[in-house]
């Protein structure tokens, strides 16, 4: 198995992100707020945009008022700085409007400060 430390759990605060390396390949780290940390591919599947400039944001859905828009899953949701797509961080980086559709994402542990990636 392939693994290795890619930062250190003090290196990202809960509700940010940064990228790394994995290998050769590019990677995102994010933290959601709750301290979970996951990796992902730092390139998006639309067209290949670096996520790491995109921001960690929350979900906006219409409850059953019209008009009346609610903010939740605040952090965990990966915006795409080129075109907006999101991805859902804590699902495994599925695209909000079309779940069938991911950014590749890496098992990620954390033994004492390291945050290892894994594949
Ligand atoms: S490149 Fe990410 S939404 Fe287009």
Redesign the pocket.
């Known amino acids: 198995m392939k693994e290795q430390v890619v930062c250190k759990t003090s290196e990202i605060q809960p509700g940010e992100m940064m990228k790394s390396t994995f290998g050769k390949q590019n990677v995102l780290i994010c933290r959601t707020p709750d301290g979970d940390f996951h990796a992902f591919m730092n390139q998006?599947i639309?067209?290949?945009?670096p996520l790491d400039k995109g921001m960690m944001c929350g979900a906006t859905t219409e409850s059953s008022e019209p008009g009346d828009y609610q903010y939740c899953h605040q952090g965990e949701i990966l915006r795409?700085p080129?075109?907006?797509?999101e991805f859902d961080i804590k699902n495994e980086g599925r695209m909000l409007a079309n779940p069938d559709k991911k950014i590749p994402s890496f098992k990620v542990r954390v033994e004492d400060e390291d945050v290892i990636v894994y594949k």
């Open positions: 998006c639309h067209q290949g945009a795409c080129w075109h907006g797509r």
